[in-house]
């Protein structure tokens, strides 16, 4: 068996559901032997969602929830 031939094996036996991640890889790696850049692909959607000067007020956020009087819990 070749190395080729193995490799088709395994990918059929990779399940259903990681496949997706299988192909990324292979992707990836087709990607810089033709010498194109890998671009990278965000699997996420809004995790910086938020207001538009949340940054700037970061250090007044924090300021308030340290001198608050509610009690704070972990």
């Known amino acids: 068996m070749t190395v080729r031939e193995e490799a088709h094996r395994l990918l059929d036996a990779v399940p259903e559901d990681?496949?997706?991640d299988a192909i990324e890889l292979l992707r990836?790696?087709?990607e810089v032997e033709r010498?194109?850049?890998?671009r990278r692909r965000f699997r996420t959607t809004g995790v910086f969602d938020g207001?538009?000067?949340l940054?700037?007020?970061s250090k007044e956020i924090v300021r308030d929830a340290w001198?608050?009087?509610?009690?704070?819990?972990?």
């Open 35 to 38: 010498g194109e850049r890998p």
């Open 51 to 53: 207001e538009p000067d």
């Open 28 to 30: 990836q790696w087709a």
């Open 55 to 57: 940054a700037v007020r």
């Open 18 to 20: 990681r496949l997706p």
């Open 67 to 74: 001198t608050s009087e509610e009690p704070r819990s972990a």
